[in-house]
């Protein structure tokens, strides 16, 4: 099992740029594929990046892509989210995710551990 924290958020104007930590305990993060979701207010959660175990491997939504990068870095247990032209629809709630299986997903469901979330606000 793995324990997930995330940081970072915070209030930002459009064009700014926030990076998001996760922080993970208990099994070693590198035995995880990695994920960020987010979920704006009255919305469904929707994905957000992904990387592989090695790190070698990254998928974004297109919403984000170009825009925001996802990495890791497994001797710390740690996951990133670094978030750059940032826009007010990027507002929301961002989480954490782990998954077990072999390959690299999408959807939230086949993710099994998630964190509290990090809200992020981006004003107009």
């Known amino acids: 099992q793995v324990q997930l924290v995330e940081s970072g958020g915070g209030l930002v104007q459009a064009g700014g740029s926030l990076r998001l930590s996760c922080a993970t305990s208990?099994?070693?993060?590198?035995?995880?594929?990695m994920g960020w979701f987010r979920q704006a207010p009255g919305k469904e959660r929707n994905f957000v990046a992904t990387?592989?175990?090695?790190?070698?491997?990254?998928s974004y939504a297109d919403s984000v892509k170009g825009r925001f990068t996802i990495s890791r870095d497994n001797a710390k247990n740690m996951v990133y989210l670094e978030m750059n032209s940032l826009k007010p629809e990027d507002t929301a709630d961002y989480y954490c995710?782990?998954?077990?299986?072999?390959?690299?997903?999408?959807?939230?469901?086949?993710?099994?551990?998630w964190g509290q979330g990090t809200q992020v606000t981006v004003s107009s």
């Open positions: 995710a782990a998954r077990s299986g072999a390959f690299i997903r999408l959807t939230d469901y086949e993710y099994d551990y």
């Open positions: 208990g099994r070693t993060v590198s035995s995880y594929i």
């Open positions: 990387i592989s175990r090695s790190g070698g491997q990254t």
